[in-house]
């Protein structure tokens, strides 16, 4: 007997909570997670559609009781059914449970919904806002000035704080809405940030010969009859987003929608700016401030048919377009893309099965592709697309590597070089701008002693406290603060203190460096408010500040036409990072720092400063010769049998109770070799995973090296089926994850 799951009415029901019904025999050979059947429902047994959300030989409740489904209804396939299926897999392949697959794929509406609320916003630009503002004043009309000034401050704003704590009245509102100063929706209509919402129109680009060629070799693969994933591999300002705009116009022309992902919220103020003003109403964005009841407002007009192009971070793949025909996942190389939550999926590769389970297009960009998706280019499985050279030909930056072991040595112990300080008057004095890229966030990052090496670490979750200006010493993971120390607490000495190389401290050196300068800082704690990332970008590129220093988040996608100056601080604190990809990502963000340098007309200059100026990682990022470095990392990766050379499953387990934690994982290494296919498995570990504690609860990780994936997915099945029949692991928590 098989026993299938149903979710009736899927955006109303809790997820998981599921009825159960009997499969009558003559559909047990045809039934399938993600169908739609009719059910019994409710006390007069009345028929409703319900989805398919699992299928067992196990009966959940006394089988006596439950009722067999009516039939299945065929041909009966929504955009829900279809992501259904998606859950399934995703299920499937990273060894989620349903629920969480669902919960992942679509997006719950909440119980109980708020009335619509209207807003109110300002529809005109800020500078036009103050002088109508002052004109007002002029002519003594307080209440029409209050208003517009309030909503410089504050918009879109709700009609009820402005008509309460404001007092307005419809005969101010009036004259302003009907000279379209200001503008009345509700809910959904007006959720971008304002410089989104203004973007100006942008025109359609005439392509040059080499972005044609692309274009064309794309195309002629969109005709066959399945098309490979495409990955545009591009350098930084080749035109890339320009191909982009194109696909999804032909796609558009089809009937059909596309969704287009970017790696973070700080992407986007500019990408999102260029798509709204091609796109206008027809594009929409999510990220990741909207509120689930936001999120899922835009889901609905996705799936209403209102908008045909969505922007968005790794959550806007699932949705619910009904004609989905493209996916682009910009920026393909990006961590963000992959899950930290179970399920732990990667974007691109659900992209990939999406596109093939509905019949649509996948396109990756990067200008530095990760080492699977060019292994795959090479191999033939996507279809690889070059775009060697800059818009007009603009010159990649002059890029210099200093050694900072030699500054030291020559007695200068700043975080500045000689060569970077230089560059930086050189670029103040011609009234050019300069970034400074620093990859770590807060203060002085860790603290330690220099007479015994210890390091100060927060009790709960083994990991070193980050010191921040106001004396406090705070951990990352948890939020647990104590007061900064004056002597090791496990030596007595007085030498201890901070790394100092946090971005608040180069913030300040720079002060004192160049006292005339405007800078501005953006990382994880000036970005924190709403509208911040949006309000540091546009004041930069509106060239209100000369320096920009930040971490990571400023060296992505943005495109300062009079940056010529790009420094890297310290290249050595991703090279360093305990990741067999720390490489991969030092060369990554060292190139996409080193493009955001002389996009403009004028020629842009790059300085890396590092500890280690012959690592090949450095090198050939400061070449900007990709080529150069795959072909090293990748003789790296198969020396050592680390992905994409061979691949790796992560089995990760948690739990309260250490002991119990060791004995478990213990016992599934004894598994996983028991049933290994022979020598060739490597098994490391179990070891602490990268964070041993968190919380209190305890993490072991334990890694299965094989060079086919299908043996490995065998194994990890297998796995999970002596976990759950056997009781003494109910207490710990496991999770996989590929690669
Ligand atoms: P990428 O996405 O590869 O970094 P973009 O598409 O953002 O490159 O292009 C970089 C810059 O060059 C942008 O400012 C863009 O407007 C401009 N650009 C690129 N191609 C063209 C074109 N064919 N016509 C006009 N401007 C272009
Ligand atoms: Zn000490
Ligand atoms: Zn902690």
């Not at 795959?376 to 072991?405: C, F, I, Q, T, W």
């Not at 009790?459 to 993971?477: R, T």
């Amino acid at each position: 007997m098989i026993y299938a799951d149903v979710i009736v009415d899927i955006s109303h029901e809790k997820l998981d909570r599921s009825f159960q019904y009997l499969v009558p025999g003559e559909l047990e050979r045809e039934i399938r997670v993600g169908m739609v059947a009719a059910i019994p429902f409710g006390n007069g047994n009345r028929e409703r559609k319900g989805y398919i959300v699992g299928l067992s030989q196990k009966p959940r409740y006394d089988p006596a009781k439950l009722k067999p489904l009516y039939r299945l209804c065929s041909g009966e396939e929504t955009t829900e059914s279809r992501l259904v299926s998606l859950a399934a897999w995703m299920r499937e392949r990273y060894g989620s449970t349903m629920a969480q697959a669902l919960k992942t794929v679509i997006p719950v509406r909440k119980k109980v919904r708020a009335k619509e609320k209207r807003y109110l916003y300002l529809n005109i630009e800020r500078d036009e806002a103050e002088k109508l503002a002052e004109s007002l004043e002029k002519k003594h009309c307080r209440a029409r000035a209050r208003l517009v000034r309030a909503l410089m401050s504050e918009s879109p704003m709700e009609y009820t704080k402005a008509s309460g704590e404001l007092g307005m009245t419809a005969g101010v509102l009036k004259p302003l809405a009907e000279q379209g100063v200001v503008k009345v929706s509700q809910n959904e209509v007006c959720r971008l940030p304002e410089v989104v919402r203004q973007a100006p129109k942008e025109p359609a680009a005439e392509l040059t010969n080499v972005q044609k060629e692309a274009l064309g070799q794309i195309r002629n693969e969109w005709q066959k009859k399945t098309a490979r994933p495409v990955l545009i591999h591009g350098v930084t300002g080749s035109g890339k987003t320009q191909i982009y705009m194109k696909l999804i116009e032909d796609t558009v022309a089809e009937g059909k929608q596309a969704i287009v992902l970017i790696p973070e919220i700080a992407l986007t103020y500019q990408t999102v700016r260029r798509f709204c003003g091609y796109f206008g109403d027809k594009v929409s964005v999510l990220n990741s401030r909207l509120s689930q009841g936001e999120r899922y407002d835009q889901f609905r007009r996705a799936k209403k048919g209102e908008i045909q192009v969505i922007v968005g971070p790794r959550s806007a793949l699932f949705t619910p377009f009904s004609r989905l025909g493209l996916i682009i996942i910009d920026e393909e190389h990006e961590q963000t893309y992959k899950s930290e939550t179970s399920p732990r999926y990667h974007a691109s590769e659900v992209a990939v099965k999406r596109a093939e389970m509905e019949g649509a297009r996948v396109v990756f960009g990067s200008a530095t592709p990760s080492l699977e998706s060019y292994t795959k280019a090479v191999s033939g499985e996507y279809l690889l697309v070059k775009l060697n050279e800059r818009y007009r030909n603009r010159s990649l930056p002059n890029v210099s590597v200093v050694d900072l072991r030699k500054e030291l040595r020559a007695g200068n112990r700043s975080v500045l070089s000689r060569t970077l300080k230089e560059a930086i008057e050189e670029r103040l004095s011609r009234k050019e701008q300069t970034m400074l890229f620093l990859n770590r966030r807060g203060y002085a990052g860790f603290v330690s002693c220099r007479s015994c090496g210890s390091v100060l670490k927060c009790p709960h979750c083994d990991v070193a406290l980050s010191e921040h200006n106001n004396g406090k010493m705070i951990c990352h993971y948890c939020g647990y603060e104590r007061e900064t120390v004056k002597k090791c607490p496990v030596c007595g000495s007085p030498y201890i203190g901070g790394f100092k190389a946090g971005t608040q401290q180069i913030e300040q050196v720079l002060h004192k460096n160049f006292p005339e300068a405007g800078i501005l800082r953006m990382d994880y704690d000036t970005t924190r408010t709403k509208g911040s990332y949006e309000q540091i970008l546009s004041s930069f590129a509106a060239h209100k500040a000369d320096i920009l220093v930040g971490t990571q988040m400023i060296v992505k996608g943005h495109d300062f036409p009079d940056v010529t100056l790009v420094g890297v601080i310290a290249a050595d604190l991703s090279l360093n990072a305990a990741d067999y990809r720390s490489a991969e990502r030092t060369f990554q963000l060292l190139t996409q720092a080193v493009g955001r340098s002389g996009r403009g007309k004028r020629q842009g200059e790059a300085i890396i400063q590092t500890y280690h100026p012959d690592h090949y990682s450095i090198q050939a990022a400061a070449e900007q010769n990709y080529e150069k470095f795959y072909q090293e990392e990748m003789g790296y990766r198969t020396l050592m049998d680390y992905p994409p050379a061979a691949h790796m499953l992560s089995v990760l387990a948690s739990g309260e109770e250490e002991e119990l934690l060791e004995k478990g994982i213990g016992y599934i290494r004894k598994f996983a070799e028991r049933v290994s296919p022979g020598p060739k498995l490597h098994i490391i570990g179990p070891a602490s995973a990268a964070v041993g504690k968190v919380n209190d609860v305890y993490r072991r990780v334990l890694y299965l090296k094989y060079r086919e994936e299908r043996t490995l997915l065998e194994i990890k099945d297998k796995i999970e089926k002596y976990i759950e029949i056997n009781p003494g692991f109910r207490k710990l928590y496991i999770q996989y994850d590929f690669e």
